[in-house]
């Protein structure tokens, strides 16, 4: 069965640091998996997706996302934190089953930029 | 061009009443699926609909939970005497075909008291 695992239910840095909110997959095949923004009393947003092509996904707001199959991860970083980006962050894997499609989420990761 | 519209926003609700949750999908999508968010956790699939057909409801609650999309008029997810475990965040998304993307809206936070 698909599954994700965020590693880390919390994260601060301070801003203009570098983000890193890690992500991990379980899949007995390729994955579409992506990675959604949650602003508080928000909807989700999309931040970026892969779709099996290239491995280096780049999605908004200067934020992008590695699929690396060996290690069946797909973290998400941005080089540097803005105060903006404080929110929730889920990984999310797309499983189909029985002829639809199911988003499978993480717990989340809350993410904290101290000024 | 309208995204994936709820309402209401904010639903209030005493112990024993129902909960009337709306979706508008986006505009020429035909799928919609809701999800719940409990506090402090992710989002959790309840059900799938295609226009007046319920395609997969694996993740609905067995009692006091249903869903409609009728022909005309958003999709529907009604709670029937709630009960305080019923607060929660409820999602709704929409794509245009089944392998499409979701489009998520803005979510419905049901508060029961």
């Known amino acids: 069965a698909q599954s994700v695992t965020q590693l880390d239910s919390h994260v601060s840095v301070s801003e203009g640091t570098p983000v890193l909110l890690r992500c991990n997959y379980s899949?007995?095949?390729?994955?579409?998996l992506f990675w959604y923004v949650q602003h508080p009393n928000k909807g989700l947003q999309l931040l970026l997706k892969?779709?099996?092509?290239?491995?280096l996904v780049k999605g908004i707001n200067g934020f992008e996302a590695e699929f690396k199959k060996s290690e069946t991860s797909f973290h998400l970083t941005k080089p540097s934190a803005h105060m903006s980006d404080a929110a929730e962050y889920f990984c999310?894997?797309?499983?189909?089953?029985?002829?639809?499609?199911?988003?499978?989420f993480g717990t989340g990761t809350r993410l904290k930029v101290l000024a | 061009n309208a995204g994936v519209m709820q309402n209401p926003r904010h639903l209030v609700r005493r112990r024993g009443q129902e909960a009337r949750l709306r979706c508008s999908p986006v505009?020429?999508?035909?799928?919609v699926y809701w999800y719940r968010q409990l506090p402090e956790e992710g989002l959790k699939f309840m059900v799938y609909?295609?226009?007046?057909?319920?395609?997969?409801e694996s993740g609905m609650p067995k009692e006091r939970f249903s869903a409609e999309f009728p022909k005309e008029g958003p999709s529907i997810l009604r709670i029937q005497q709630v009960v305080r475990g019923d607060s929660a965040a409820y999602f709704c998304?929409?794509?245009?075909?089944?392998?499409?993307?979701?489009?998520f809206g803005p979510g419905t936070r049901l508060t029961v008291t």
């Open positions: 505009k020429g999508h035909s799928h």
């Open positions: 999310v894997v797309r499983r189909a089953t029985s002829g639809t499609y199911k988003y499978i």
């Open positions: 892969y779709t099996s092509a290239a491995t």
């Open positions: 998304a929409s794509s245009q075909d089944r392998g499409n993307e979701q489009y």
């Open positions: 899949s007995s095949y390729s994955p579409s």
């Open positions: 609909l295609q226009k007046e057909n319920i395609i997969d």
